[in-house]
């Protein structure tokens, strides 16, 4: 012991400052007592919801074939109602079907269903956008989605219907 003893104070040159500078390196800093909890309550800001939307009806599906007599579809109610940024994006999408442009209309439609994946409307929309480009399964597939998110509404119910009626037809 004494051998080894006498190898560290060699080694530190004699130094007893480096010793316990040496030994303070393997010691944990105290902390002082953490402060006591507060027990009053601290107010909390409520946040107001941001205004919303309504999503417009979408327009009416081609019309029947000329002699048959279509009787007129009740007005659709508006599911409920949809976010600024999907109303925006539907508000696109009708800009690009104006133009023919129905690759970027469907586009924008799906980004509005990212956002409003349960908004009834914007699976008709789409649907119909479908109907268009004459991929007729996958209008009748929104077609059903809308159908399976419009219960206890009649009119998206028909609407839904007649999507999948017109998309079964071609």
């Known amino acids: 012991m004494v051998a080894g003893h006498t190898e560290l104070k060699l080694k530190l040159g004699g130094n007893l400052l480096g010793a316990l500078v040496l030994v303070s390196g393997c010691v944990s800093p105290e ?36 002699g048959s ?28 079907q104006a133009t023919g442009d129905y690759a970027q209309a469907a586009a924008s439609i799906e980004r509005a269903l990212r956002i409003e994946p349960r908004q009834t409307l914007l699976w ?24 399976s998110l419009s219960a206890g509404d009649a009119a998206l119910t028909a609407r839904s219907e007649q999507l999948i009626a017109t998309a079964k037809k071609r």
């Open 69 to 96: 007599v279509e009787s007129p579809s009740p007005p659709a109610r508006t599911a409920p109602p949809a976010g600024a940024a999907a109303q925006t994006l539907l508000t696109q999408s009708r800009a690009h």
């Open 124 to 147: 008709l929309e789409l649907g119909n956008i479908r109907l268009k480009e004459g991929d007729f399964p996958q209008a009748e597939s929104m077609g059903r989605k809308a159908l």
């Open 31 to 66: 902390f002082g007592t953490p402060e006591p909890v507060s027990r009053t309550p601290v107010p909390v800001k409520t946040v107001p919801p941001p205004p919303v939307a309504v999503i417009s009806p979408v327009p009416d599906l081609p019309s029947t074939p000329a």
